[in-house]
């Protein structure tokens, strides 16, 4: 049996605690709109975590009033090689033979391996 595609992994069950656009604004001390901007410029990604629910961002990826550290730059990377928010939400949280998952090694500033890993996904 082969490993289920990232798309098809439940976010729910994988993303501990989600914050609503209104949510993730205030954090960030922005606007609704601008949380908008950040996701469209791939600062931010957000995905519907479970059926009958919004658009919503993984509260792990603001830490300080700001974007995890090394986060944009990743998820620049995994669009441009065709991965969607959701599959790299997925991803993210998924153990990746990292200390913890690719997530907790951006927030403890362990970015080169995870961007390494990334970049290798693409082949």
């Given at each position: 049996?082969?490993?289920?595609?990232?798309?098809?992994?439940?976010?729910?069950?994988?993303?501990?605690?989600?914050?609503d656009?209104?949510?993730t604004?205030?954090?960030?001390?922005?606007?609704?709109?601008?949380?908008?901007?950040?996701?469209r410029?791939?600062?931010?990604?957000?995905?519907?975590p479970?059926?009958?629910q919004?658009?919503?961002?993984?509260?792990a990826?603001?830490?300080?009033?700001?974007?995890?550290k090394?986060?944009?730059?990743?998820?620049?990377?995994?669009?441009?090689?065709?991965?969607?928010?959701?599959?790299?939400?997925?991803?993210?949280?998924l153990?990746?033979?990292?200390?913890g998952?690719?997530?907790?090694?951006?927030?403890?500033?362990?970015?080169?391996?995870?961007?390494?890993?990334?970049?290798?996904m693409?082949?």
């Amino acid at each position: 049996m082969s490993e289920p595609r990232l798309a098809d992994h439940d976010l729910a069950a994988l993303v501990p605690d989600w914050l609503d656009w209104a949510e993730t604004a205030t954090l960030l001390d922005v606007t609704v709109a601008k949380v908008r901007t950040m996701i469209r410029d791939h600062e931010l990604a957000a995905a519907v975590p479970a059926p009958g629910q919004g658009q919503q961002v993984p509260a792990a990826f603001i830490q300080d009033g700001f974007p995890v550290k090394g986060l944009p730059g990743l998820l620049t990377l995994m669009h441009d090689n065709k991965y969607d928010d959701r599959e790299i939400i997925a991803w993210l949280f998924l153990d990746q033979d990292l200390p913890g998952s690719p997530i907790d090694a951006l927030r403890e500033n362990r970015g080169t391996e995870v961007k390494r890993r990334a970049q290798a996904m693409a082949f």
